[in-house]
Structures are given as C-alpha cells and as structure tokens.
C-alpha cells in the first residue's frame, strides 16, 4: 500500500505540513519569572563599569591610605609618650611657682589696699558700762508687776511678775503715738470725728480741725482720749486699719505677749502686756526725738487751726524732773489699776521703770529709782588701744 502511494499525493501531504508551527508548550508564571533570561550587557557598559569598578578601588584604596596615614601616631607624640615621667616632673614644680606667685600679687595688692584705708579712731570704738545688782534687800512694792531696764545694755535689773500680762490703760497711747508719728507728718489738720469719747478728754467739738502734733500733745500730757480716738479715725481706713497696725508693729518688735483692742487703752481685756515688753517698747519709743520732746513737757498750749479755742495741757507724771526722770506715760482705768512706764537718767546712764496693776505707781517708782542708786553697779572695759 505504501509502494502505490503516487508521489504527486506525497508532494501535496508535504505542502500540507510546510507551514504549520509547532505548538507552544504552557509554561507557569513561576517558570517564567525564574526562566528570565539575562541581557548580556554590551562591550561599551562592560567598558564603563569596569571603569568605574577601577576609580572606585583605587579611591578607596587612597582614602585608606591617608586614613592609615592620619592615625599613625607623629614624632612629637611619640616623644611625648616616651618622655611622659620626665615631663611630668619638670611641669608640676613649675605649675607650684605659677601659684605662689600669683598668691604673692594678690597678697601684695591686698596689703597695699588696707595701707590706704583710714584707720579707725578710738573715739568712734565705745564700749558701754556693763552693769551688775549687788546683793541687798528687794524693794517691796505695790504694784503686781515690775521691772527695771537699762537701756544701753538692755540688761534686767531687777524684776517682778516679767511675764504675767496685766491691762494696759492709757499706757496704750505710746504704740498709738509710734504709729501716728510714723504715718503724720507735724503740720497735718485733723478732723475731729466724733462728738463723744469715753474717759478722760479735752471735749473737742464734732468738725473740729487741729494740727497732728497739737494732737500728740493733748494724748500724751493729759492723756485726753479725744485726741487719741481723733489720730485713729483720720488714719487710712480708720480706727480699725490703725489697730491692725499697733498690732503689727508689736510683733515686728517682738512684743508677742502684747495685744491692742483700741487706741486708747478702754478696753481692758483687749489691751493687755507684760513689765517685758512696756519696757523694749518704751526703750524703742524714747529715741524718736519728737515722742520723747512731747514726754519730757510739763506744761502747754494749744489751739484749733482757726485759734478760736485754746487748750492748757498739764502732764499727769508727777515724777518729770524729779530723780532724774524724763517721761513716758501713766495710765489708769478700774480694772487695769495704776500703770506707769518711766524713763530715767541717773549718773548718766538710762533707764527704763515699769510697773503695773498697782495702788501707788509714783511710790514705787520711786523705790525703784532709789534701789538703782544702792544696788547697781558698773564694768566698765576698757578701751583697746592703737589704731585699727
């Protein structure tokens, strides 16, 4: 059968199967991502790759080299290891010279400094007495409460009952008068604001204009209340603005077992202190030389602005000139009894008598001052001498 094939038939069965193309084999997308093929890269990159692979070595190379170069230790440091004991030796006694001479200007300007200061004189370096009670027989007083200060020293003397609190009466008017004196100035016109004050008083009529320091003077030789009530109503916010102030100076002046319930000294549950604290008080009050000028007066005269009215002042203090006696205060109400602060100078040393809730406050005042005269006692040191 296959013999009698004709060859015309084969030709056409070969013309059949010319053209026809094999068909193409399925191939996964894994295979075709793995069966890439690689593009030979052409001679002119491989030319310039390998160019650059050469600049870049022989860079990096040079970079390393210098790098070598700059870490390798020089000759000078390496001297200095070799030498670092020897070094060490020569520059610590020198750094100790650097030093000293430095400490030596500085030691020679201070010098030089202090040679041109003016010494000091001796008269400008006092030192005060120091006084001392000898042994006698204690004075025997009236009064629940007593004490005797000096004032340059600040020395008790003696005392009585130096922390029990006793009323004030119109011993309260001398912290009035530290505040009014701080706040007013002499020539300032006060109103009189109230018609009526209770206690003692000059009877200033309601709208009554005075000068402040012609005020001081009613308050503190009569003791009139009037006067007292009219410096706290003209004070900023009033009487009690200038309470709260009393208040506040006492504790500035460390008067803690001090209290202040009005300016005039009524209230005597309200106004209350010790023998300890009248007399710093009292020692503080007497260096301001207005207060202490008005304590000091025995006799005055005064009159409203218009000079209308004129006021004859007499200072209640018996004792003012007597014994050496230069002021400060009595006071007196029912409950708070005698009270008297007293400020003395006797054998030219100062002193500061209080005594309180009493029935003879000019009595033993005045055995006090005489228990001065036989007790007390002076050290006096002596002055260095030379410059300083």
């Excluded at 004991?85 to 030596?104: A, C, E, M, T």
């Excluded at 009585?160 to 706040?183: C, D, E, G, V, Y």
């Amino acid at each position: 059968m296959k013999q009698s094939q004709s060859p015309i038939w084969q030709k056409k069965r070969k013309r059949k199967f010319k053209n026809t193309r094999k068909p193409q084999q399925k191939v996964s997308p894994e295979k075709k991502i793995l069966e890439v093929p690689v593009k030979q890269p052409s001679e002119q990159k491989k030319e310039t790759t390998s160019s650059k692979k050469s600049f870049f070595s022989h860079w990096f190379h040079k970079t390393k080299e210098t790098k070598e170069k700059v870490h390798k230790p020089p000759h000078v440091a390496m001297w200095i290891k070799r030498y670092d004991s020897d070094i060490q030796l020569i520059l610590f006694p020198l750094i100790l010279l650097v030093i000293l001479f430095i400490l030596y200007v500085f030691n020679d300007q201070l010098f030089h400094n202090l040679s041109k200061q003016v010494p000091i004189s001796n008269n400008l370096t006092t030192l005060n007495p120091y006084p001392y009670v000898e042994k006698g027989s204690l004075p025997q007083l009236s009064s629940q409460a007593a004490i005797i200060l000096d004032r340059n020293s600040q020395v008790i003397l003696f005392s009585k009952n130096p922390q029990l609190r006793f009323s004030l009466a119109s011993t309260t008017k001398i912290m009035t008068a530290m505040i009014a004196l701080h706040h007013y100035k002499p020539d300032d016109i006060l109103t009189v604001k109230r018609s009526y004050v209770e206690g003692s008083a000059l009877n200033f009529y309601y709208g009554e204009q005075l000068h402040f320091i012609d005020l001081m003077y009613a308050m503190l030789l009569p003791s009139a209340n009037d006067a007292a009530q009219a410096i706290a109503d003209n004070y900023p916010g009033g009487e009690t603005a200038f309470v709260a102030q009393m208040n506040t100076k006492a504790n500035s002046l460390h008067l803690y077992n001090t209290h202040y319930a009005d300016p005039i000294g009524l209230e005597d549950d309200g106004d209350y202190s010790t023998v300890v604290d009248m007399a710093h008080l009292a020692s503080y009050a007497i260096t301001n030389p207005t207060f202490a000028q008005i304590v000091s007066t025995k006799y005055k005269t005064i009159s409203d602005v218009n000079f209308t009215r004129q006021y004859q002042l007499t200072n209640l203090n018996e004792l003012l000139g007597v014994e050496g006696v230069n002021g400060i205060k009595t006071g007196n109400t029912e409950g708070a009894k005698e009270v008297l602060v007293t400020s003395a100078v006797k054998n030219g040393h100062a002193y500061i008598i209080v005594v309180m809730d009493g029935n003879d406050w000019f009595g033993d005042t005045l055995k006090l001052l005489k228990y001065i005269d036989t007790n007390v006692q002076y050290i006096v040191p002596p002055v260095p001498q030379g410059n300083f």
